[in-house]
């Protein structure tokens, strides 16, 4: 599996509630909320895969570091890791797709994305595309098209994570910071091939 040093993968059917122990109690109260089981393990699995990434730096045990999603703010959503209760100066992202959660924790902000490649109509590359963008991606040969697509997805969905902007991001005038370091590639996981980005820098003023 081709991925940079810094994230970790989590294959999510190795997570169950077993790994409630894990969790702070404030994590146990959202675990146990949720109801649908895809969701209950997507969540689970970005969490142990976050934390797995924080001891990297810190060493510490796992009922030390808590991930919670930040509650207000133009960046609401974005993950962020405390410890013992009080918020890491560090910078945590975490993606899951087809059954595998990656996370990455370091000191500046950064971005992480995970996508299956698979064929996208016309209607998303219209929604998430500059016109250059989608002519030079729906000029590639057949073969590479469903790929290419998807690589530059993640690409872009990896940037709106770094600030702190999700889905709520405008996703066709999202561009791509030179202060920005991006790292991208490709792995397999079951019978899919995904894309994954990281990206990592400063956040735009």
Known sequence: MSLPPSVVAVALDEVDDRWEAALSEHERVIYRSLSLEKRRRDWLGGRVAAKRAAQRQMALPF???????KADGEDRGRPELYVDGVLASGFLSITHSHGLALATYGDTPVGL????????????????????????????????RDQAITAAWCRKE???KLLGLGLRADFELLGAAEALSFVQGTLQFGDATLCWALVEGKEAA
């Open 63 to 69: 009922p030390r570091l808590e991930v919670m999603a």
């Open 113 to 144: 994305d995970l996508e299956r490649v698979e064929a996208r109509d016309h209607s998303f590359l219209e929604l998430v595309f500059t016109e250059p963008e989608r002519a030079r991606l729906e000029a590639l040969p057949a073969a590479h």
């Open 158 to 160: 990896a940037y709106a």
